[in-house]
């Protein structure tokens, strides 16, 4: 009971919102890189919000499921097909035993999202499902899942309420510019007027060299107030360090725990998705904006979160109309008794 990958796409893992409370000790977060996409697939399915997913970059897998359950996908469209057939994304979907669910290469954005409404049967490692490549740590032993592997499912589960209301709108990640809202700091003070006006007014460029450490930019080149490095301090998913060579980097689920590159600033959370869905040569922008600025965000997509949860627990529009057939034709029986 559980999925069969037949092929595993460029970069496929099990990945959840990350190991907390280990970074003291040298273990890096890493978890999902876009965690809004990632929230709402379990949203869809009623699962826990820290369920785990997989997660998977530009090209995606070819899964065959071997029990009954259903599922959601979110994130890029990877144009999905189930026995041959498109499948809908950002909806919840019935999955018959038998059935081949394929994913081609990234239509829009670079990264995508499975739910299972019957749970990965996956360890736990110090909190959290996810996979941790560099520790070889989490997830399905340890590493990318590879062609051939098998991973169970931990419950049956192959009924929810208000199925058929179960369908969110598709988020396209087609555009090919993106401005980011970041938190100055904690080290800008480092950085020259010129250098600080250069980084947020100026177009930068993604590069091949992104992946789930981080993103390094291409754009002009950011001033510092002396050319020196500082002493290594903790490093936050979003944070902008920026080395010697003046191009900022941008760290993300799989960063190293310290670092010694001053941090212009930091991504806001909200806008983090934004950016892991960029492909190669898209543009960034850079906006700066308060810490409380960040937190009035941060809780607006909650209650975006929130208001979805709702949508997707009425009855829709068939679900009404075939109810009030029902009561009609009830009362129309009843008149005739």
């Given amino acids: 009971m559980g999925i069969r990958i037949i092929k595993a796409g460029m970069m496929t893992t099990v990945q959840d919102l990350g190991r ?44 065959e499921f071997t029990a009954d359950t259903l599922i959601a996908i979110t994130g890029g469209d990877f144009q999905p097909t189930i026995n041959g057939e498109p499948a809908p994304m950002y909806t919840a979907i019935y999955i018959n035993k038998g059935d081949v669910l394929k994913f081609s290469s990234a239509r829009t954005g670079s990264r995508g999202y499975v739910a299972f409404s019957s749970y990965l049967k996956i360890p736990v490692v110090m909190g959290s499902r996810c996979t941790n490549m560099k520790s070889s740590i989490g997830g399905f032993k340890g590493r990318k899942l590879q062609d051939g592997d098998y991973i169970e499912f931990r419950i049956k589960r192959r009924y929810l309420p208000f199925f058929l209301s179960r369908t969110l709108d598709l988020d396209e990640f087609d555009q090919e510019d993106a401005t980011l809202r970041v938190v100055m700091g904690p080290q800008d003070y480092l950085f020259s007027k010129q250098g600080i006006d250069t980084f947020l007014n100026s177009e930068y460029k993604v590069t091949s060299d992104f992946d789930r450490m981080g993103c390094r930019l291409e754009g002009p080149f950011i001033s510092r107030k002396e050319d020196k490095d500082m002493i290594s301090d903790g490093i936050a998913f979003g944070s902008i360090q920026v080395p010697a060579h003046g191009k900022p980097i941008i760290l993300l689920a799989d960063r190293q725990t310290t670092g010694g590159y001053p941090k212009i600033a930091t991504v806001a959370s909200v806008d983090i998705p934004k950016l892991v869905q960029r492909k190669t040569d898209h543009s960034i922008r850079f906006k700066a904006i308060s810490v409380q600025e960040a937190q009035r965000l941060y809780l607006a997509e909650m209650e975006e979160l929130n208001e979805m949860r709702k949508k997707i627990h009425k009855p829709c529009k068939e679900v009404l109309e075939c109810r009030q057939t029902a009561k009609r034709l009830r009362r129309l029986f009843e008149a005739q008794m």
């Fill in 20 to 63: 907390t409370g280990y970074q003291s000790q040298g273990f890096p977060v890493a978890g999902v890189m876009d965690v809004r996409s990632f929230r709402i697939a379990n949203l869809l399915l009623d699962n826990p919000e820290n369920e785990a997913v997989l997660e998977f970059t530009l090209i995606g897998p070819t899964l």
